[in-house]
């Protein structure tokens, strides 16, 4: 029925717009998808992928292309400093018995594997271009973008990220993306013969984790507290993030601080977070993404969330009758399952600043795993 949706526009072409976009284009929708970046580049270093982003992918028909790219793990081996094995969390295969249960693949290389799927499913791609008005109307949503008059769409998508211009638009009084008190480093590296599923360490005011994302590389990140979000530069980054690890009596970690070079591609990001509170929607447009549940990465699901959302949009257009049933729906099944991952991160870099309990914060991961194990 796809809602009485025939035409559809997506404002953002990060994983949950493009997700969105070839899944709303393979049921017949005309979908146009604007992305404000010309090249259309993914940032970033190597990203973590739970089982159930795993599953997206399958049914998007886009596993081979990961397995192809990326590399997937089972299990999460947490670790003291020393490299005491402390806790195993286990990582169902939701996407099949030969499936593993979760992976890692350079950003760029994911984006690139669902870029190729847009253009394959026939969307309207307009690179280098964002909206410049959206106003609902009774007939639909008329957006104007570009230099062009405005056109109308059955369906706007906001996927346009952490700070989000449509949300701006349609909610101004939605709160602010705010600074949790933890930063991030991170780097691409060789993969250490030892590490053959994602591992992290556990140190005082610091945690470090390793996960592959290919045959031969692996993807290092570490959190670190910050009182106060100031300004790092990146002729520093090198040393700064060499002298954090150092702390880390772990051969395993010893040995990539005396490796480490500008060759590994060193990042750095202060961490925010933002939970609009429902709804995510307004007449004919939608919210998915980080545009609505920007979390930290201490579930490595903020990615995961998003192209779920996508999936599940796409599901309730093609059931539902209407386009205010569609998006009800789709908001009712994932209000729950993100807030989940927004609050247990929060709970856990909270866990990891103050000195708390490592029993708890292994209890909240290992069942905040199993709750994204489940079908969404």
Same mark, same amino acid.
């Given at each position: 029925?796809?809602?009485?949706?025939?035409?559809?526009?997506?404002?953002?072409?990060?994983?949950?717009?493009?997700?969105?976009?070839?899944?709303?284009?393979?049921?017949?929708?005309?979908?146009?998808?604007?992305?404000?970046?010309?090249?259309?580049?993914?940032?970033?270093?190597?990203?973590?992928?739970?089982?159930?982003?795993?599953?997206?992918?399958?049914?998007?028909?886009?596993?081979?292309?990961?397995?192809?790219?990326?590399?997937?793990?089972?299990?999460?081996?947490?670790?003291?400093?020393?490299?005491?094995?402390?806790?195993?969390?286990?990582?169902?295969?939701?996407?099949?018995?030969?499936?593993?249960?979760?992976?890692?693949?350079?950003?760029?290389?994911?984006?690139?594997?669902?870029?190729?799927?847009?253009?394959?499913?026939?969307?309207?791609?307009?690179?280098?271009?964002?909206?410049?008005?959206?106003?609902?109307?009774?007939?639909?949503?008329?957006?104007?973008?570009?230099?062009?008059?405005?056109?109308?769409?059955?369906?706007?998508?906001?996927?346009?990220?952490?700070?989000?211009?449509?949300?701006?638009?349609?909610?101004?009084?939605?709160?602010?993306?705010?600074?949790?008190?933890?930063?991030?480093?991170?780097?691409?590296?060789?993969?250490?013969?030892?590490?053959?599923?994602?591992?992290?360490?556990?140190?005082?005011?610091?945690?470090?984790?390793?996960?592959?994302?290919?045959?031969?590389?692996?993807?290092?990140?570490?959190?670190?507290?910050?009182?106060?979000?100031?300004?790092?530069?990146?002729?520093?980054?090198?040393?700064?993030?060499?002298?954090?690890?150092?702390?880390?009596?772990?051969?395993?970690?010893?040995? *990539?601080?005396?490796?480490?070079?500008? %060759? @590994?591609?060193? &990042?750095? /990001?202060?961490?925010?977070?933002? =939970?609009?509170?429902?709804?995510?929607?307004?007449?004919?447009?939608?919210?998915?993404?980080?545009?609505?549940?920007?979390?930290?990465?201490?579930?490595?699901?903020?990615?995961?969330?998003?192209?779920?959302?996508?999936?599940?949009?796409?599901?309730?257009?093609?059931?539902?009758?209407?386009?205010?049933?569609?998006?009800?729906?789709?908001?009712?099944?994932?209000?729950?399952?993100?807030?989940?991952?927004?609050?247990?991160?929060?709970?856990?870099?909270?866990?990891? *600043?103050?000195?708390?309990?490592?029993? %708890? @914060?292994?209890? &909240?991961? /290992?069942?905040?795993?199993?709750? =994204?194990?489940?079908?969404?």
């Amino acid at each position: 029925m796809n809602a009485g949706i025939t035409k559809a526009l997506i404002i953002g072409g990060g994983f949950a717009g493009m997700t969105a976009a070839a899944r709303l284009a393979r049921q017949g929708v005309e979908v146009d998808l604007l992305e404000i970046d010309p090249g259309w580049r993914s940032y970033g270093a190597g990203i973590s992928l739970h089982g159930s982003t795993l599953r997206v992918l399958k049914e998007l028909g886009l596993i081979d292309r990961f397995m192809e790219e990326g590399f997937a793990s089972d299990g999460v081996e947490m670790r003291g400093a020393d490299d005491r094995i402390l806790v195993t969390l286990p990582t169902p295969r939701v996407a099949g018995p030969d499936i593993a249960g979760g992976g890692g693949i350079m950003r760029p290389a994911l984006a690139k594997i669902l870029q190729e799927a847009v253009r394959a499913a026939g969307v309207n791609v307009h690179l280098g271009t964002t909206f410049s008005t959206i106003e609902n109307q009774e007939d639909g949503v008329w957006v104007a973008f570009g230099d062009g008059k405005p056109q109308r769409y059955d369906l706007a998508v906001g996927a346009d990220g952490l700070y989000s211009s449509v949300r701006a638009k349609l909610f101004p009084e939605a709160p602010k993306p705010r600074f949790i008190g933890q930063s991030v480093w991170r780097a691409v590296l060789p993969r250490p013969a030892e590490i053959t599923t994602v591992t992290m360490w556990m140190g005082p005011n610091l945690k470090v984790g390793l996960n592959g994302v290919s045959r031969d590389l692996a993807y290092l990140f570490l959190t670190e507290d910050k009182e106060v979000n100031d300004f790092v530069a990146p002729e520093s980054f090198v040393e700064t993030l060499r002298a954090l690890l150092r702390k880390f009596p772990s051969p395993i970690i010893q040995a *990539i601080a005396d490796q480490l070079s500008e %060759e @590994h591609h060193v &990042i750095y /990001r202060p961490l925010e977070q933002m =939970l609009l509170p429902r709804p995510w929607r307004a007449g004919r447009v939608a919210l998915i993404g980080d545009a609505v549940h920007a979390t930290t990465p201490h579930l490595a699901a903020g990615a995961c969330i998003g192209i779920e959302d996508a999936m599940v949009l796409a599901e309730e257009v093609a059931r539902a009758s209407t386009v205010d049933d569609a998006l009800a729906g789709f908001e009712a099944r994932r209000w729950e399952r993100c807030r989940m991952v927004v609050e247990n991160s929060a709970r856990l870099a909270d866990i990891e *600043i103050h000195g708390g309990s490592r029993d %708890e @914060h292994a209890a &909240i991961m /290992r069942q905040s795993m199993k709750t =994204l194990a489940e079908a969404i």
